[in-house]
């Protein structure tokens, strides 16, 4: 269990509504098909018409999960034509959308670690094919346990 520490640990004296940063991120990404959209832009995917279709969610759905997705600055827009087409939008990760995806990954670890499901997937590292996981490291490199971590407010 994460514990606070200093101004942080009497809950009576501060309320985290409108300023704590889960409650924020959830406002951004908290729906299944933003995920979705995340996990799939990670994968490569660029067109609408697949975002769509992979995420298996209406057209109306994906159309307004990109647009808050963009406003969000985890993805960009950036304008493609194929020949005798009109030009469209194609949707790229941004440097804040490529920082996002732990999260994702830390979801599909917990997801295929508690959750029964047949999926042999696995993360791996591509450089010597061990199985990868996410985890929480200080600043100094040192991985941090659970019962070991805890929030306090930042220095200035």
């Known amino acids: ?30 729906t299944k098909s933003a995920m979705l959209i995340m996990r799939e832009a990670y994968y490569g995917t660029t067109r609408f018409e697949d975002f769509w279709r992979r995420v298996g969610v209406t057209k109306a759905a994906a159309s307004a999960r990109l647009s808050d997705l963009v406003e969000a600055g985890l993805l960009e827009r950036r304008p493609y034509q194929e020949p005798g087409q009109r030009v469209r939008d194609e949707y790229v990760l941004t440097d804040a959308g490529r920082d996002f995806m732990p999260v994702v990954w830390a979801l599909f670890e917990w997801g295929r670690r508690h959750i029964p499901n047949d999926s042999p997937l696995r993360l791996a590292h591509d450089g010597c094919g061990a199985y990868a996981t996410v985890e929480v490291r200080c600043d100094d490199g040192h991985v941090v346990p659970p019962d070991e971590l805890v929030i306090r407010v930042a220095r200035a």
Request: one cysteine or more.
């Open 1 to 30: 269990m994460a514990m606070l520490q200093g101004a942080l640990a009497d809950r009576d004296a501060w309320s985290p509504v409108g300023r704590c940063p889960i409650e924020k991120a959830m406002g951004l990404v908290g």
